[in-house]
């Protein structure tokens, strides 16, 4: 790999700059300053010792948890070892036996690693081609399954524009207003006006009875969206699918508000508003203050309760919380707001991401109280997860 060099020759600034972008490349949060923080370290602590090195980097380098796996296996791609270079160099004497297999990386890794593609022209219909003609079925079935947080950067941009052609379907209810229909079922009451008014028209023939029935409207949403470290990867995409899949409910009379929550709540409804999904994103963005912190689930919802309780419209609203249920509060404040929530909801529904492991259990505390309180667990991890959602939301509201 030519463009990663040897940290052995003398290159060492050299070295420590383009590790830097390549962590950058891998989606790792690094400024100059972290970099000449690196650079720093490194003359502190000598490169005799590869550890050393590695440790003194990573303190600087590294500020989420989810990056030190990404960085561990980036440094040691980058600054070779001679080991493992005789390693894979005895792999390749004919008396070995069987075929080397390449060392399997994070795609995260892979793709910072990755040699620049030569830039080509953008087509003119540039979203039809890439999603037509450069994805194969088997390219579109593994996307289907594959679970977000494990996808290279590329592969999430792809998923997140999949994740907006995805229909939720919201469950509708009977509503107050009425409407005139030709007929009606077992509930219709006749229209006497419209009878009337059919009859002058017809020299007194009542040809067409006019009925009254309840207007469908679908039922309303409340969205609460965890935005702390663990669903950094979930985060931004389900809100991408939240936004284009609820769009047309305002059309049809329904309600939809949308929650953020970590340390803090963040009210996103104005965002939700913007008929884009990008711009919605943006925003987001500009409002949430706590991305990618802690998670405080029941100082959220009794911030939700004591400022945004009429948002809850009786005991219809559907409320989605979006979470892998790792809340660092106490069990007891989060029982409580939870409590109160179901009280004031038709259903509360727990979209859990950590279900893509087959023997997953809640046992965290956070987890164990939303199990007991939440009235369903519902999967997202993946798009068959996100196409699989309005089935079983559907089901779970018939057979309440």
């Known amino acids: 790999m030519h463009q990663l060099g040897d940290a052995r020759r003398g290159k060492l600034a050299g070295n420590l700059a383009g590790f830097g972008r390549a962590l950058r490349r ?26 050393d090195m590695s440790a003194a980097m990573e303190a600087v380098l590294v500020a989420r948890e989810q ?6 296996e980036l440094f040691d791609a980058w600054f070779r070892d001679p080991e493992l270079a005789s390693k894979m160099l005895a792999q390749m004497l004919p008396t070995a036996e069987g075929r080397a297999e390449p060392p399997r990386r994070r795609p995260r890794v892979r793709e910072a690693l990755a040699a620049p593609a030569a830039p080509k022209a953008a087509p003119e219909n540039e979203r039809e081609v890439q999603f037509d003609a450069a994805m194969t079925a088997g390219d579109r079935r593994r996307l289907q399954h594959a679970d977000f947080n494990a996808l290279g950067a590329a592969e999430y941009r792809l998923v997140e524009r999949l994740a907006r052609d995805i229909a939720l379907p919201v469950p509708t209810v009977p509503g107050r207003r009425l409407r005139v229909a030709g007929q009606g079922g077992a509930h219709a009451r006749m229209h006497w006006p419209g009878v009337w008014h059919e009859a002058a028209r017809t020299g007194g023939e009542m040809l067409r009875l006019p009925r009254l029935v309840r207007r469908e409207q679908p039922l309303p949403l409340l969205v609460l969206v965890d935005v702390s470290g663990s669903m950094e990867r979930y985060a931004r995409l389900l809100l991408a699918f939240l936004h284009a899949a609820t769009r047309g409910l305002a059309g049809r009379g329904g309600r939809r508000d949308v929650f953020a929550f970590g340390t803090g709540l963040t009210d996103l409804t104005p965002a939700f508003r913007a008929a884009d999904t990008d711009a919605m994103l943006a925003a987001a963005g500009r409002a949430i203050e706590d991305f990618a ?5 029941g100082e959220s919802l009794a911030q939700l309760r004591r400022q945004h309780a009429r948002r809850l419209v009786g005991r219809r609203t559907l409320a989605l919380l979006v979470s892998d249920g790792l809340d660092t509060g106490e069990p007891e404040a989060l029982r409580g707001e939870l409590q109160w929530l179901r009280r004031h909801s ?12 087959p023997g997953y259990a809640p046992l965290a505390r956070g987890a ?32 309440g």
């Open 26 to 51: 891998a989606g790792v949060r690094v400024d100059a300053s972290r970099i000449a923080l690196a650079a720093e370290a490194a003359q502190l602590v000598g490169v005799h010792r590869r550890d």
């Open 67 to 72: 990056d030190r796996l990404v960085f561990r």
């Open 293 to 297: 912190g802690g998670t405080r689930l």
């Open 346 to 357: 038709r259903r509360l529904l727990w979209l859990n991401p950590l279900l893509r492991f």
């Open 368 to 399: 164990a109280v939303l199990h007991r309180e939440a009235d369903a667990m519902l999967a997202v991890h993946n798009l068959q997860a996100l196409e699989d959602l309005a089935r079983s939301i559907a089901a779970l509201l018939r057979r």
